[in-house]
């Protein structure tokens, strides 16, 4: 699939309305500004494909340009940003192919975080890898695609916790920056809520219970059925989405 060109999408960040000026507190001005433009990417406020312009993310939210700049190097990092040459920062466009590719690196890994975790976990991490499912089927019924992403998250930081390896743990937090332009896609699909809190309480039932290859094949099937969702729905959309 081919990325939108410059002149089907030109979307500027003041279009996406809603926002308010930041807060100077508690977190660094930087991290504010990039939790806000990640989650206004990752619920499709910005479009893929879609300029994000300096001078009217400055203006939305009432930052300098450099907080801005330093901001947008940062989700470029993460895969949530390309700066392409003539236009400048634009919101990512995954093809069917990075896509595909995105799948096959997360399902190995979060197989081996799974295997690991029923290997190594202590108890208080079997519990809180419990108690972070339980938070996801309490956000999937209140219907906040938000909030439900960030529980999702929650879910694979503790498993990542209880597998004790930093490497792979690093590895699979970069992926998942750009992972989740594709999380919101699958999981607003008709009927995929359900099917996900089956499939990751599966992961969590293996995985606790120290049963170590019932854990990663929970793990990996998960993926290949968040994948298949995801593709179904990126061929029934405009390229990207």
Known sequence: MNGPSANQIEIDAAAAGGARPLLRVAAPLRQELINQIRTSILMLEYEPGARLVERSLCDRYGVSRTV???????????????????????????????????????????????????????????????????????????????????????FYEALCAGAHNEIMTGILVGLHARVQLLRGVSLRAPGRQPETMKEIRRICECAVAGDVEGAAAAAAFHVERAAAVALSQMAGHAPGV
């Open 68 to 154: 801005v700049r330093e901001s947008l190097r940062q989700l470029e990092a993460e895969g949530l940003v390309t700066i392409v040459p003539n236009r400048g920062p634009v919101v990512t466009v995954l093809s069917r192919e990075d896509a595909v590719k995105l799948f096959e690196v997360r399902g190995d890994l979060e197989a081996l975080a799974a295997r690991l975790f029923a290997q190594r976990a202590t108890d208080a991490e079997r519990r809180r890898l419990v108690a972070t499912v339980d938070a996801v089927e309490s956000a999937f019924a209140a219907g906040d695609l938000q909030v439900s992403l960030a529980a999702k998250d929650a």
